[in-house]
């Protein structure tokens, strides 16, 4: 059986112990690490046999790593920081991460909102090896589903999340070093930034129904709040949007957009269908989030 000394899981969220949880009846590693890289600490009752680290930033990571001296399997699991060089030149280590996304579409960050926002029919996780590129690396495992026009972000990186444990799950059944690397073609897009959010965060109130449910799908997060508040300009200045739902009506409705500053919602009317804004609030400005 394929076996390590160490596993060492890096990321920010509690997906990190369902990984642990699954490493640890592998059998595979002798000692499991957690690597924090949030500062909300570890959110949930530690085990004794799982020591977990709380990480001051991306040089702690990367200089732990580059010095392991002991055979390592490393998963970078929601780890929002790229490995360098020397991590990977280590011998020791086998890194993999997991990838919110069919590679090689929508390499980089928020995935499973640009998946959504761009209208894309299915969705995935992607286990690969971790090169020097941004989720260029050899593919071991790939799980596909389908994206619905119901789906928000939470929803689907929800899945996701299930998907991912599949995949994990089978890897360490089989063992890494026997699974076909698949190596990635390019398909010529940018991975995309943390900062870069679906049209930067506006409603346009010219885009159809399609459109606008897609944006307004891709934007929800929930009380995670990822990408923050959509954002639309209306008569009288900018407002952020706190919640929305789509409303259908088996009656005719005509177009058109009505906006109650009073009761603090916005009713655009398209195509018979109304998708209704509520907990509408004014921004002081379009570049901060201070509202009046």
């Known amino acids: 059986m ?3 000394q160490k596993g060492i899981i890096v990321g920010g969220t509690g997906l990190l112990y369902q990984a642990a949880d699954l490493l640890e009846q592998s059998g595979r590693v002798n000692q499991i690490e957690l690597y924090f890289c949030n500062r909300n600490g570890f959110g949930k009752k530690q085990k004794e046999t799982i020591r977990c680290r709380q990480l001051s930033g991306k040089k702690e990571l990367m200089d732990l790593l580059s010095q392991e001296s002991e055979k ?5 699991v929601m780890n929002p920081w790229l490995f360098t060089q020397e991590v990977l ?3 020791n280590l086998l890194v993999v991460n997991l990838h919110h996304a069919l590679l090689p579409a929508h390499r980089g960050r928020n995935a499973e909102a640009w998946a959504i926002y761009e209208g894309d029919e299915k969705a995935g996780i992607t286990w690969h090896k971790v090169d020097a590129g941004v989720d260029t690396g050899a593919v071991y495992l790939q799980k596909e589903m389908e994206v619905d026009d119901s789906m928000t972000s939470i929803k689907l990186l929800t899945r996701l999340n299930e998907a991912a444990l599949e995949g994990l799950k089978e890897l360490l059944q089989e063992g890494f070093s026997q699974r ?6 390019p398909d010529g897009s940018c991975p995309h930034l943390a900062k870069e959010i679906p049209n930067g965060g506006w409603l346009d109130l010219s885009w159809d129904l399609k459109q606008t449910n897609r944006f307004l799908r891709a ?3 929930g009380i995670m709040n990822v990408l923050g508040s959509p954002k639309v300009r209306l008569g009288d200045g900018v407002y952020v949007c706190k919640s929305w739902r789509i409303l259908e009506s088996k009656e005719e409705t005509k177009d058109g957009i009505e906006f109650s500053s009073e009761e603090r919602k916005l009713c655009i009317r398209k195509e018979g269908t109304t998708i209704l804004l509520k907990n509408m609030k004014k921004m002081e400005s379009e570049t901060d989030g201070n509202i009046i």
Request: glycine fraction near 0%; charge should be negative.
């Open 180 to 185: 076909e690397l698949i190596k990635q073609e």
């Open 72 to 76: 390592t399997l490393v998963l970078s």
């Open 219 to 221: 934007m929800d997060y």
């Open 2 to 4: 394929e076996r390590y």
């Open 89 to 91: 030149c280590n011998e």
